[in-house]
């Protein structure tokens, strides 16, 4: 439930720390006091869109934080633990919003994002607004209506993503009995190119590994004559490196005797003659075996030219020739696949009857949905002075789609002895808007949502109907917590906890506060909200009276 609201200068809200109570609360006050300014600073801290100035005139930034008790709420808990954020005593969804239109958003002091706000928030509040109604008269809010009341949200999605693949299948297996011949095409030409790629033999490592070994074999001659000199001049020819490095061995043996200090001068020379013999052996070693191979010089460049030749046929350069094999080889199995008419079809008909599965499920449970909603919704407008009015869900079948197998329409008769026809074919305002109420309240207690707002959803009706309204709402508040703005004293009455909106000038700006009534203050609000502006004893009486007091 919703515990808590804290509002820092918001459009004409300068501080603002309000506590809810469980059922039925409602906020009242004069026209243009503010009254949905607290269900705007809701929503923004639920994730709403920011779409016009939020921040008081004079201030930098708007700072809203919503408190919430989600000790029961396991559809949030279980949100909160698949995003890693930690769950404290209590939840606290803030929002600050800059004047410039920046925006930043913290889930128990996590930093978050709108859109994650928003997800969270479907399972915290559910806001009616005054204009509902209007919506009510669309086909895919009917159905919607319908799906949730029989709790068949998650069904719904699975025949929805069940037609998508089925339809992928399906016009998948269209093109190809369409292309069949520009396909089997393709893939001849797919399947020489890919043999001629494979027949390369090429990989990216032995490629760079060829390329050193034509360097070494297309400059064997100057490799080997280069190998003898620096043999010679190390070790072979009279006066060689090692002969004369011996010598100077030699010399500073006898010179170390006279001053020590050239101990490490005699040492470096030492490891420079070891050294110098180390790296005449080794070069020995590689004359040895070195030779010139003519013939496998010139495989190694046939086969060079050939990958240039290849990487020129197909506009590739050679390091590319291995992802371009890979392509062709996915794509070749993609057509091959296509080629299987008997694979495709099979898929496309598997689809087909999971779909179809699923549809079948979702009808049954519609319809046994659609008889009970029909009945619920046909007794209130009864008790909405909607008297022999009856409500219906028609259900008539159609072509199969990511909605299902039917259409669902709403009918409506607001009389006795008249034929239910379309909802926006014969309601009036005032109907419509009993209607939409009825639906609401009707629904919602089949919902999770714990928290409910109704935005003067309540327009266009007065006198007894309000009362029942006011009645039905108080019925929804032993269930869930459910908070009401209204002009109407018959259902302001009916609630727990009141709480008043005012509007005072303060240094020449408007300002809006809202305070939690008490019985005496209360009884004044109801009378005001019967009497208007002159307050007298008989309408406080009537307030008391309906506040029972």
Not at 44 to 52: F, V
Not at 80 to 99: F, K, Q, T
Not at 160 to 175: C, E, F, G, N, V
Not at 378 to 389: A, F
Request: net charge negative.
């Amino acid at each position: 439930m919703l515990q808590a609201l804290s509002i820092r200068d918001f459009i004409i809200v300068d501080k603002l720390d309000l506590e809810f109570d469980r059922g039925f609360t409602t906020l009242t006050g004069e026209t243009g006091a503010g009254k949905s300014i607290l269900i705007d600073a809701l929503s923004l801290a639920l994730g709403a869109r920011n779409d016009g100035l939020i921040a008081r005139a004079g201030c930098d930034k708007a700072d809203i934080s919503a408190t919430f008790s989600i000790d029961e709420n396991l559809a949030a808990k279980n949100w909160l633990s698949d995003n890693e954020i930690a769950l404290d005593d209590a939840l606290i969804l803030r929002r600050v919003i800059y004047a410039d239109g920046r925006s930043r958003g913290f889930i128990n002091g996590a930093s978050t994002t709108v859109n994650q706000m928003k997800e969270l928030g479907e399972f915290l509040v559910d806001i009616y607004s005054q204009n509902a109604h209007h919506s009510l008269l669309k086909p895919a809010t009917q159905r919607q209506i319908l799906d949730d009341f029989a709790q068949n949200t998650n069904l719904a999605s699975l025949v929805a993503q069940h037609y998508k693949t089925w339809h992928m299948l399906h016009t998948q297996r269209l093109a190809v009995e369409k292309n069949a011949a520009a396909y089997a095409d393709e893939l001849a030409e797919l399947r020489d190119k890919t043999r001629e790629l494979q027949q390369l033999n090429f990989s990216l490592e032995d490629w760079q590994d060829i390329q050193q070994e034509h360097h070494r074999l297309a400059n064997g001659a100057s490799l080997l004559a280069g190998l003898e000199a620096c043999i010679a001049l190390l070790d072979d020819n009279d006066v060689n490196i090692s002969g004369m490095l011996a010598q100077v061995q030699q010399k500073l043996i006898g010179l170390v005797d006279f001053d020590a200090q050239l101990k490490d001068a005699a040492d470096n020379v030492d490891s420079a003659l070891i050294q110098i013999e180390e790296a005449s052996r080794a070069l020995n070693r590689y004359l040895q075996k070195a030779e010139l191979d003519p013939a496998r010089l010139a495989e190694v460049e046939n086969h060079i030219q050939a990958v240039h030749n290849v990487s020129r046929k197909y506009r590739s350069k050679p390091e590319e020739l291995s992802e371009l094999l890979l392509t062709c080889q996915t794509r070749m199995a993609e057509l091959e696949s296509f080629a299987n008419d008997g694979a495709l079809a099979k898929q496309e008909t598997d689809a087909l009857k999971a779909y179809q599965d699923l549809a079948k499920q979702l009808s049954q449970s519609r319809q046994q949905t659609a008889k009970t909603l029909s009945q619920k919704i046909s007794l209130e407008m009864q008790r909405l002075s909607l008297s022999g009015g009856q409500f219906s869900v028609a259900l008539s079948a159609c072509e199969a789609s990511v909605n299902g197998l039917e259409t669902v329409d709403f009918l409506v008769a607001g009389h006795a002895g008249v034929e239910p026809r379309p909802l926006n074919k014969v309601a009036s305002g005032g109907e419509l808007s009993r209607i939409s109420l009825a639906l609401h309240v009707t629904t919602a207690s089949q919902g999770s949502v714990p928290c409910m707002i109704f935005d003067e959803v309540d327009v266009g009706i007065g006198g007894g109907v309000a009362e029942v309204v006011g009645q039905l709402l108080k019925q929804l508040g032993a269930e869930r917590q459910v908070l009401v703005i209204t002009h109407l004293p018959q259902v302001a009455s009916q609630a727990a906890q009141h709480l008043q909106v005012s509007k005072t000038q303060q240094n020449g700006s408007t300002l809006s506060h809202i305070q939690a009534l008490s019985s005496t203050e209360r009884i004044e609000e109801i009378a005001r909200m019967l009497g208007g502006i002159q307050i007298t004893d008989t309408t406080r009486s009537h307030a008391k009276e309906m506040l029972g007091v």
